[in-house]
């Protein structure tokens, strides 16, 4: 099984700021790894797949970045509509397996 | 638009058994996985497992192989998840979700999710 560590658990940051979140896979995943965004009393949404692809619709001010077991979801000038919770997913071949990481809550500052 | 449009929440006690649904929309439901992830009050995502509608292939997660059962019914565009024997420790919002597809096949993510079904499971 891999293992998914995000750091930080939390962060608190203003509109306007930048942010990273990283994402540690325990076992080389290539560039398969994904990014959601979730927003309280709704469902996950891709943001960026590949490790920096972003997903139809997404704003250019998220971006991603990193490959074999470290990755990082950076966005720029915080809006007040990005704080939310971000996870990271990746994805073993065999034995079939998905797996999301503990998850980052965003805060507002 | 693709949509995944399902059940309602629900309020069952222990022991008692629950099937919920996923039911697609605008896209060939064939084509693609459908995952179920759980999310318990307050913490993050767990991928429960996946089914194959176009021939009903599942895979599961070690976690909840044996606890509960995904299924297809592609005569309906629908994916179910069902418990036979619900405990207080279900409790949780259940999403489906749709596993992303492109020329080389099936994808490792997720581009398209349901709402959610709240199940609450309390004596």
């Known amino acids: 099984e891999i293992v998914m560590t995000q750091s930080p658990a939390t962060l608190s940051a203003s509109p306007g700021e930048r942010v990273t979140v990283s994402c540690r896979a325990s076992q080389s995943v290539g560039e398969n790894l994904a990014w959601y965004q979730q927003k309280p009393g709704q469902p996950p949404r891709l943001l960026i797949y590949d490790a920096s692809s972003r997903a139809t619709g997404v704003p250019a001010r998220f971006s991603g970045s990193g490959s074999g077991t470290e990755f990082a979801l950076t966005i720029n000038s915080l809006q007040s509509e990005d704080f939310a919770v971000y996870y990271c997913q990746v994805y073993k071949n065999w034995p079939p397996g998905i797996t999301f990481g503990q998850g980052t809550r965003l805060d507002m500052k | ?123």
């Open chain 2, 1 to 123: 638009e693709v949509q995944l449009v399902q059940s309602g929440a629900e309020v069952k006690k222990p022991g008692e058994s629950l099937k919920i649904s996923c039911k697609a929309f605008e896209y060939s439901f064939t084509v693609y996985w459908i995952g179920w992830v759980r999310q318990m009050p307050g913490k993050g995502l767990e991928w429960m497992g996946l089914v194959y509608p176009g021939d009903s292939d599942t895979r599961y997660s070690p976690s909840f192989q044996g606890q509960v059962t995904i299924s297809a019914d592609k005569s309906t565009n629908t994916a179910y998840l069902q418990w036979s024997s619900l405990q207080a420790s279900d409790t949780a919002v259940y999403y489906c979700a749709r596993r992303a597809f492109d020329d080389t096949g099936p994808m490792y993510f997720f581009d398209s999710w349901g709402q959610g079904t709240l199940v609450s499971v309390s004596s």
